[in-house]
């Protein structure tokens, strides 16, 4: 049995899919939410990181779990890992960021390499992902796209490397299902070096609509993240962001295409397979 946590976010969700066809596999929420799949070997677990008791009912009979956290201020992995390692897991697929490798020490990051610490030294065997930035976080641009033909960002030219996160999840899987991963960190890019400004470029041309983009200011970008986050990780996510624009996010290493037997997928390929979570396309 393969427990996927994350079951119903972007990368645990395709991960979902992915082992479906051959693998029996527990998907994990909070709620009983509806399943990314179903089939004869699915079956669905509520649970969640703050209720260690859950944990160990969802870890039952598991041999193997894709761990995926969000919130990096609560003891979330240091709770699954404890009951992880007290039912017996074999191997845990880990969900970090390529973030660590970076050279910031904001609060956000220095947390991810406590967190990849607890993994490397649990006492399971473990693998650790690092993918740059998802290409479906510019699915928060749909809202604007809507309204005005609008996209904004901090930073429009400053460039990452976004990762599709079916790629991401196919790593996942082949961790999770081979042998030949134990102790190993992958670093996932994307196949080209993108600013916000060049993505929108893109997803308009994919649309059939141009998109304007507006850079936002830093007191612009504080004051719409202070909707969303409490203040230390808005500081971390600006710091995060400044880095970017320091050109301290470029591309390295090619994992991916080796891991997974096939060239990185583009932004133009996501977002021709997501122009439907678009409005007006
Ligand atoms: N976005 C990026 O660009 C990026 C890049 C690199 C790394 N990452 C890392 O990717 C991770 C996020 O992955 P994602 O984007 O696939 O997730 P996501 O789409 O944000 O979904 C979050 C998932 O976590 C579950 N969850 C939230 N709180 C929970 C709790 N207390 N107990 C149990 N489950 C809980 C949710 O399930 P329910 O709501 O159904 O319970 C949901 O399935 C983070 O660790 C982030 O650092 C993100």
Same mark, same amino acid.
């Given at each position: 049995m393969i427990l996927v946590t994350g079951a119903t976010g972007t990368v645990g969700r395709e991960v979902a899919r992915q082992l479906a066809a051959d693998h029996a596999v527990r998907l994990m929420s909070r709620t009983p939410a509806r399943p990314a799949v179903s089939g004869p070997r699915v079956e669905t677990v509520?649970?969640?990181?703050?209720?260690?008791?859950?944990?160990?009912?969802?870890?039952?009979?598991?041999?193997?779990?894709?761990?995926?956290?969000?919130?990096?201020?609560?003891?979330?992995?240091?709770?699954? +890992?404890? !009951? $992880? @390692?007290? %039912?017996?897991?074999?191997?845990?697929?880990? +969900?970090? !960021? $390529? @973030?660590? %490798?970076?050279?910031?020490?904001?609060?956000?990051?220095?947390?991810?390499?406590v967190m990849e610490e607890e993994v490397r030294s649990c006492g399971t065997g473990w693998t650790l992902l690092r993918p740059r930035a998802f290409m479906s976080n510019t699915l928060s641009w749909a809202d604007s796209i809507g309204r005005d033909g609008t996209v904004g960002a901090l930073y429009g030219n400053a460039s990452n490397a976004p990762v599709d996160p079916r790629d991401v999840a196919r790593v996942a899987v082949r961790a999770l299902t081979e042998r030949g991963h134990a102790g190993r960190t992958y670093t996932l890019v994307g196949p080209e070096q993108l600013?916000?400004?060049?993505?929108?470029?893109?997803l308009g041309d994919v649309l059939g609509r141009p998109l304007r983009f507006r850079e936002w200011t830093v007191r612009e970008a504080r004051e719409r993240l202070a909707h969303g986050y409490p203040p230390p990780v808005v500081e971390a996510l600006l710091k995060r962001a400044a880095l970017q624009a320091g050109g301290g996010k470029t591309l390295r290493g090619d994992a991916l295409a080796s891991l997974t037997g096939r060239a990185?997928?583009?932004?133009?390929?996501?977002?021709?397979?997501?122009?439907?979570c678009f409005p007006g396309s």
């Open positions: 509520v649970a969640d990181f703050a209720r260690p008791d859950s944990l160990a009912r969802a870890l039952s009979g598991v041999r193997a779990a894709f761990l995926v956290t969000c919130h990096p201020a609560e003891p979330h992995d240091e709770r699954f +890992l404890e !009951a $992880a @390692v007290a %039912e017996g897991v074999g191997h845990v697929v880990k +969900l970090s !960021a $390529a @973030v660590v %490798e970076d050279d910031t020490d904001d609060f956000l990051t220095l947390r991810q390499r600013s916000a400004r060049q993505q929108a470029c893109i990185a997928g583009t932004f133009r390929g996501w977002a021709d397979d997501h122009a439907h």
